[in-house]
C-alpha cells in the first residue's frame, strides 16, 4: 500500500452539454436562456439548461412548466439525441488520445486515469488542458475539468468552476479542501442526509471528520463508511476502462466537397494513417474495417470488410479501405466527408466467430 504510486484522475464534465450542442448548431440562440426538454405546455421536463436559463433557477429535472414560470421568454427545444451521441463519439474518441483507461458515465461524462501515461507526458493538468482545447476545437463545445489523486475528488474538482473550467487538487492540498468543503458539494449526499447531518452539527467534510466511525454506523448504517472516507477523501475505486467500446474510427469533414478519385484516396490514406495512432493509444486492435462516405446531399453510406486477424496497422487497414471507396465511388457524385473505423475489437468480453470472413463485403446504411 505504502509503495503504491499516487493516481491522477481526471473527471470530465461538458458543460450544459445538450443546450451546448443546441446552441452551437443555431448560433442565434447564443446568449440567450435555452432549455432542452419537454414543451412547457406538457408535463415534460427539463433535460438542460444554458447558463443563461440557470441565472433565472432554471435546472434539470425541473418540469417544463416551472421553468417557463420561472422565464417565460425561455427557449424549449426538444432533444435530438442522435446529435448529442455523435459529439459524445467525438470526445470519446479524444480521451482516448491520451489513455486507455476511460471510464465514460453518462454522454457527457468520464473519468480518465492517466497515472501510466506521466513518464511521457509533463503532467496531468497538462492534459486536462490539451483535452479541453482538443473538445473546444473539435466539436465546439467546452468542458470542466477536474484533477485529483481519485475519482470523488476529480468529480468534485470538474465542479468547482463551470463553465469551461479546470480545477486541480494536489495530494497536498486534500485535506485543506475538504477542511471547507459543504456537504451540499458532494456527490451521493442529497437533501434528507444534509439534514441529517445538520441535526449532528455538520454542514462541511472538515465538521465531519470529527464524528467517530461508530456514530456514523449507527446513523447512516451501511453508508456510515462511505462518509467516514469520504469526509477524509479516501477513495480506493479504480477507474474501469470501457469495455463495452465497439470501434475506433476517425473522420474528415472537406471545407469544399470533393469529386477527384485520387484526392479522396490520397485524404483515406492520411485518415488510415490518424486511425492508426488512435488504435496504439487505445491499446485495442480490430478485424472489421469500415468505410463511411457522405455525398454533397447528405446522403451516407458504410462499407464493410472484416479481416482474419486482429490489427492496427495502417499498412493493413489500408488497401481495405481503399477497395471499399472505390466500390463507392462511381456515382461521380461530390463527397463532403470520408470515415475510416476499425470494429470487432480484441476489448471485447466474447467474439462471436461465426459468419466472419476474410474480406466478405459488408452492407450497411449510416444516417
Ligand atoms: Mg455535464
Known amino acids: 500500500m505504502g509503495s503504491e504510486r499516487i493516481r491522477k484522475i481526471i473527471h470530465v464534465d461538458m458543460d450544459a452539454f445538450y443546450a451546448s450542442v443546441e446552441i452551437r448548431d443555431r448560433p442565434e440562440l447564443a446568449g440567450q436562456p435555452v432549455v432542452v426538454g419537454g414543451p412547457p405546455a406538457g408535463r415534460g421536463v427539463v433535460l438542460a439548461a444554458s447558463y443563461e436559463a440557470r441565472k433565472f433557477g432554471i435546472r434539470s429535472a425541473m418540469p417544463s412548466a416551472a421553468a417557463h414560470r420561472r422565464n417565460p421568454d425561455t427557449i424549449f427545444l426538444p432533444p435530438n439525441f442522435e446529435k448529442y451521441r455523435a459529439a459524445s463519439g467525438q470526445i470519446r474518441e479524444i480521451f482516448h488520445r491520451y489513455t486507455g483507461l476511460v471510464e465514460p458515465l453518462s454522454l457527457d ?60 487538487i494536489r495530494p497536498q492540498d486534500v485535506a485543506r479542501f475538504l477542511e471547507t468543503l459543504p456537504l451540499a458539494k458532494v456527490p451521493g ?16 467534510c472538515g465538521e465531519l471528520q470529527q464524528l467517530p466511525r461508530p456514530l456514523l454506523d449507527r446513523h447512516f448504517g451501511k453508508r456510515g463508511g462511505y462518509f467516514y ?79 482474419d486477424q486482429f ?35 480484441d476489448n471485447q468480453p466474447e467474439e462471436a466467430e461465426a459468419g466472419d470472413q476474410l474480406a466478405l463485403p459488408g452492407i450497411g446504411e449510416g444516417g
Open 109 to 168: 461524462e468520464a473519468y480518465l486515469d492517466v497515472t501510466d501515461r506521466l513518464d511521457e507526458i509533463p503532467s496531468a493538468t497538462w492534459i486536462a488542458q490539451a483535452i479541453k482545447r482538443d473538445i473546444r476545437e473539435e466539436t465546439g463545445l467546452t468542458a470542466s475539468a477536474g484533477v485529483a489523486p481519485n475519482k470523488f475528488l476529480a468529480k468534485i474538482a470538474s465542479d468547482e468552476k463551470k463553465p469551461d473550467g479546470l480545477f486541480v
Open 189 to 204: 449526499i442529497g437533501k434528507a442526509t444534509r439534514a441529517r447531518f445538520a441535526e449532528l452539527g455538520v454542514s462541511t
Open 311 to 345: 490489427t492496427d496497422e495502417a499498412a493493413t487497414i489500408r488497401p481495405q479501405a481503399e477497395g471499399l471507396l472505390a466500390g463507392c465511388l462511381n456515382l461521380e457524385e461530390p463527397v463532403r466527408l470520408l470515415g475510416v473505423s476499425l470494429s470487432n475489437l
Open 229 to 307: 472516507n469520504m469526509a477524509r477523501g479516501i477513495d480506493e475505486r479504480r477507474v474501469e476502462p470501457d469495455r463495452l467500446r465497439k470501434s475506433v474510427g476517425i473522420e474528415d469533414t472537406f471545407a469544399e466537397d470533393q469529386v477527384d478519385p485520387e484526392w479522396l484516396r490520397q485524404k483515406l490514406i492520411d485518415l488510415t494513417i490518424g486511425l492508426e495512432r488512435r488504435l496504439r493509444s487505445s491499446g485495442v486492435k480490430g478485424r472489421t474495417v469500415t468505410l463511411k462516405v457522405r455525398f454533397a446531399d447528405f446522403h451516407t453510406i458504410t462499407r464493410s470488410r472484416t479481416l
